[in-house]
């Protein structure tokens, strides 16, 4: 359940790990990537969780058409590195 807080709790993340997440410190980072950043971390940098958390946002902001796009070319990938595996004696 989404909550009222949840704008504020998000910024407190990306608001942390601009501030600790980078080698860095004096690097000017935006809000925008320090959450992907958090997003990353959070998913285990496993990319089939973190774009479907993208594709999600992309809905919820009607960007309908756009997330399409995005997750036919998310599977094309797939798709893409399952040959190139399964033709090198993977999977």
Do not use: C
């Amino acid at each position: 359940m989404i909550t009222v807080g949840t704008n504020a709790a998000l910024t407190q993340i990306a608001r942390e790990k601009a501030e600790t997440g980078f080698t860095d410190h004096g690097l000017n980072v935006k809000e925008t990537e320090a959450l992907g950043v958090a997003i990353a971390g959070h998913f285990e940098f496993s990319g089939d969780p973190i774009v479907e958390t993208f594709l999600a946002a992309l809905v919820d902001a009607n960007y309908h058409s756009f997330a399409e796009t995005v997750k036919d070319a998310w599977e094309a990938e797939w798709r893409n590195a399952t040959a190139t595996r399964v033709g090198k004696g993977g999977v």
